[in-house]
């Protein structure tokens, strides 16, 4: 398919920034009808995100009711100054990419960089200190390995189909029978470590692909692609990264704050 | 091909592109190379409501066989006989099937659980989910609204591959030996990590998985589409029913997939990392598993029968001739059932949930059951003084009626807590939900397909034995599954390879059924196969249809219509409308009432 512009001839166009020139894809009518679907599928995407969750908000719940001392005990273990700093950095990252959709809509494509490269830092920021302060720690003493001959070893257990081998120095605090571990004052500590993980892990997760389509809007940017004209991609990971941020702001009290 | 864009596209909207020289969307694009590149890389809806159709029709087909399986090891039960004093296993039909007569009666289960799950499993996320939305609504859902294409198109494509990423890892479960958990992948039977089975059982939730992304793909694709693409001059109620059917499709498609996601996601972990969740012996919650699991499997059984509910709404008005009646009730009924159905998942547990959540799931079941009588009431106003034209899809569509009732029908004792403990895990059970997804779904699926099979391949299929291979269907469907409500009543339970010899008339009976019904399967596909190769060629509105489909090309044009429609008459406006391409003397309107005349 041939694209015939008349409007803007070849070498204008040429000259002119990608946002300027940008026309909705051909089933649009308008621009505007093309940015409000775009939108709304975001939404729509993001409810699923928060459908997500909330099974696990309904697992927390759960289990809290099932096992109250377990849980509290668990809680004892993570360190609330991490997680508040962890807060205030994903709530600042989530000002500056509202920012740079500001940045977008007024052409300021500086700024919006610069505050696309702050979110992207922010969020590495936060994955940084979740491993190095919360995760590692719980974790040391222990490494993970290929060789089967190491299952041999009575403090070994295995998991991925005998593929992985954990072997136990003097265990930590993390989830579930394959990793139980001495210290746990409560039997059913370890259901309390397998929620902890598997919200904060999935949630990490979206943190990283966060940091993926932040860096791909970066790139995008650098080629002068957004601008007042066009800024579809920037406005709906603006909207993913909000609910990012959204579902930390309520795993942080529940799984931090109640005891 | 030229396009015209820029400012002036957006000012005056759609340069319907008179200019065009547009060739129909089966066009070939030079060799064969070059035609697999451009149906793999295309983000023509059309083409991938036809890719998936091939899909999921293939999966159908794969659940077929297993479901002949089922029904050859059920011809007779497993006995252990004595021979010459020793004991000799007998009736084990798919060990020796499968090469080994002399298998124990416990190894002959294990088959015959992975041959059961292996259907169910194909049947429900790989055929009967995506089935009708990705394929039918896929071509005719962008065409119904007069617009190009989905709102997406190549997240439509995206979730084409998704499906066939999903199916793969599925069928590499199977290949590799299978899985026995049944489709609902019940804890303990799918998180006990003693079973050799692991990575079979790990893949076929992944596959469950990933087709659920394909699924919300579509879901989210459809709904914003409806939302922003409609014609001009089309209102939300001149919309064909079909598309409000997707509609309330979509919307549980996006709502309650994601929960399914994250339950298998959990049961995943469980296998690899025993988090304990759903395992009684960490201190998990086994019910737990069955709350979230039917959280979204009840509403996907409406994911199932809701487009079918929206094919049957089409049919019976195109070939009755006739306004639709109830038109809003059939389409708020559609979103009452979408919403209704995500509160009465607690009918699939009252045999494990307290009887105070039992009691009032069965009060909310009962709800459900509303909305959908309400259709089928307003489908028999509208045959009432229509002029019916028996063809294939008229067909079907009756035999919906009658099938998808007793399905509906008997929903209601398995929704009374009295009579659903003694019907619980029977074939009862069975019967209900074949009666609903195989008596509804499928046959409005092939009620579809025949209606539309003009519109998207350009050739009339054979309509005499097609409808002869449809009466087959219709009695090989009906004595497969009546006599399993007689096997359920008497104390028949699902799901075991063997039975005390007072059920084997009745099951043979049923083995009986199936076997005709394949038949009736297969003469279908060689029909419509045949019609590619040899059918007339279709006209671009063979049944006088109102919908706007209808007045692009039989197969359409890659841009789907010549000029941009403009809604200027309901869907089903048979009485003030001569259908667009057809001949005004085969459809006359009909005669305004004499002065002074009452309506009635
Ligand atoms: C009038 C509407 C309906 C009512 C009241 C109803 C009620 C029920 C009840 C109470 C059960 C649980 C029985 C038991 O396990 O003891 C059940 C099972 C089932 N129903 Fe329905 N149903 C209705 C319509 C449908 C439809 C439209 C479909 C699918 C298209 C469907 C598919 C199923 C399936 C697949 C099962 C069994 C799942 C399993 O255990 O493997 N039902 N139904
Ligand atoms: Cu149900």
New binding site residues.
């Given amino acids: 398919m041939t694209t015939l512009d008349i409007n803007h001839g070849g070498d204008a166009k040429a000259n002119r920034p990608y946002h300027q020139t940008y026309t909705q894809a051909s089933h649009f009518r308008s621009k505007d009808e093309e940015f409000d679907a775009v939108k709304i599928g975001m939404w729509l995407f993001l409810a699923t995100e928060v459908l997500l969750f909330a099974g696990l908000f309904v697992g927390y719940a759960i289990f809290r009711m099932m096992h109250p001392e377990a849980f509290a005990n668990g809680s004892h273990y993570l360190d609330w100054k991490w997680g508040c700093l962890n807060t205030i950095v994903l709530l600042f990252s989530s000002w500056t990419i509202a920012t740079a959709i500001g940045n977008a809509q007024r052409n300021e494509q500086k700024a919006l960089r610069r505050n696309l490269l702050i979110t992207i830092a922010c969020a590495l920021l936060f994955v940084g200190i979740k491993l190095t302060f919360e995760y590692m720690p719980k974790w040391s003493g222990w490494f993970l390995s290929i060789d089967p001959a190491l299952s041999h070893y009575e403090s070994s257990k295995t998991a991925l189909g005998g593929m992985l081998h954990f072997v136990e120095g003097y265990g930590g605090k993390r989830p579930g029978s394959l990793f139980d571990y001495p210290f746990a004052e409560n039997p059913y500590e370890p259901m309390w470590w397998s929620i902890y993980y598997c919200a904060t892990g999935i949630h990490a997760t979206h943190v990283l692909i966060g940091v993926g389509l932040i860096s791909w809007l970066y790139l995008r940017a650098r080629k002068l692609h957004f601008g007042p004209g066009h800024y579809n991609a920037v406005e709906i990971v603006g909207l993913y990264w909000h609910i990012v941020d959204l579902i930390w702001i309520f795993l942080f009290p529940l799984l931090y704050l109640i005891h | 091909m030229t396009t015209l864009h820029g400012d002036i596209h957006g000012a005056h909207g759609h340069h319907g592109g008179h200019d065009h020289h547009d060739g129909s969307y089966l066009e070939r694009k030079g060799g064969m190379i070059a035609t697999i590149i451009d149906w793999a890389t295309t983000i023509d809806h059309k083409k991938i409501g036809v890719m998936y159709l091939v899909a999921v029709l293939t999966m159908f087909f794969v659940g077929g066989i297993a479901a002949m399986l089922i029904r050859y090891e059920l011809i007779d039960p497993v006995t252990i006989a004595q021979v010459d004093g020793a004991s000799v296993t007998e009736g084990t039909r798919l060990a020796a099937l499968f090469g080994d007569k002399d298998m124990s009666v416990a190894e002959a289960d294990r088959i015959y659980n992975r041959v059961m799950t292996l259907h169910?499993a194909v049947m429900?996320f790989m055929f009967?989910v995506p089935g009708i939305p990705a394929s039918l609504g896929n071509f005719l859902l962008p065409l119904m609204l007069g617009a190009k294409d989905v709102a997406f198109p190549r997240l439509n494509l995206a979730s084409w591959y998704v499906y066939v990423f999903g199916s793969i890892f599925g069928i590499l479960a199977i290949v590799m030996g299978g899985v026995d958990t049944?489709?609902?992948f019940y804890t303990p039977y799918s998180s006990s990590h003693a079973d050799p089975g692991h990575w079979r059982v790990v893949f076929m939730i992944l596959a469950a998985f990933i087709l659920g992304f394909s699924s919300i793909f579509t879901g989210l694709n459809f709904i914003v589409t409806v939302h922003k693409l409609r014609a001009p001059g089309l209102g939300w109620f001149d919309l064909p029913l079909f598309v409000w059917a997707m509609y309330s499709t979509s919307v549980i498609q996006v709502l309650a997939t994601p929960v399914i996601g994250i339950t298998l996601l959990l049961l995943v972990f469980e296998r690899l990392f025993h988090v304990g969740i759903f395992d009684p012996a960490l201190g998990g919650d086994p019910v737990l598993f069955q709350h979230f699991f039917w959280f979204y499997?009840?509403p996907v059984?409406?994911v199932?029968?809701l487009p079918?509910m929206g094919i049957i709404s089409e049919c019976i008005a195109v070939h009755s001739r006739k306004q639709i009646f109830g038109y809003k009730a059939i389409a708020f009924s559609s979103l009452s059932i979408a919403a209704i159905s995500f509160l009465?998942w607690g009918?699939?547990l009252?045999?494990s949930e307290g009887e105070l959540a039992a009691t009032i799931f069965?009060a909310l079941?009962?709800l459900?059951?509303i909305p959908?009588?309400v259709k089928v009431f307003n489908w028999i106003g509208t045959l009432y003084k229509g002029s019916i034209q028996i063809n294939t899809p008229m067909l079907y569509t009756l035999f919906f009626l009658f099938t998808?009732s007793i399905?509906?029908?008997?929903?209601?004792?398995?929704?009374?807590l009295a009579t659903?403990l003694h019907?619980?895990?029977?074939y009862?059970?069975?019967a209900?939900?074949?009666y609903?997804?195989m008596g509804?779904?499928v046959i409005a699926f092939l009620a579809g397909i025949h209606h539309w099979w003009p519109k998207m391949f350009g050739r009339m299929y054979n309509e005499r034995w097609s409808m002869f291979a449809c009466v087959l269907v219709f009695i090989g469907f009906n004595t497969t599954f009546f006599t399993q409500f007689f096997l359920g009543t008497r104390g028949m339970p699902?799901r075991y390879a063997s039975y005390l010899p007072e059920y084997q008339t009745l099951h043979q009976i049923s083995s009986l059924g199936a076997g005709i019904l394949l038949v009736g399967f297969l003469l279908h596909l060689a029909l419509l196969v045949g019609s590619l190769i040899a059918g007339k060629k279709a006209p671009a509105n063979p049944w006088g249809g109102l919908t706007f489909e209808w007045e692009a090309d039989s197969p359409p044009t890659t841009h789907n219509f010549h000029h941009e429609p403009i809604a200027k008459h309901g869907p089903y406006a048979f009485d003030d409308v001569v259908p667009p391409h057809c001949d005004p003397k085969d459809y006359p309107l009909a005669d305004p009432l004499p002065e002074g005349a009452k309506a009635h």
Avoid: K
């Avoid at chain 2, 399905?407 to 009374?416: E, S, Y």
């Avoid at chain 2, 019907?423 to 029977?426: A, I, Q, V």
């Fill in positions: 169910g429900v009967i049944g489709w609902t499997s009840h059984v409406y199932m029968i079918g009465v009918h699939h009252f045999t069965s079941t009962f459900v059951a959908t009588a998808f399905g509906g029908l008997t929903g209601l004792p398995l929704g009374a659903d019907l619980h895990d029977s009862f059970v069975v209900h939900f074949h609903v997804m509804g779904t699902r």
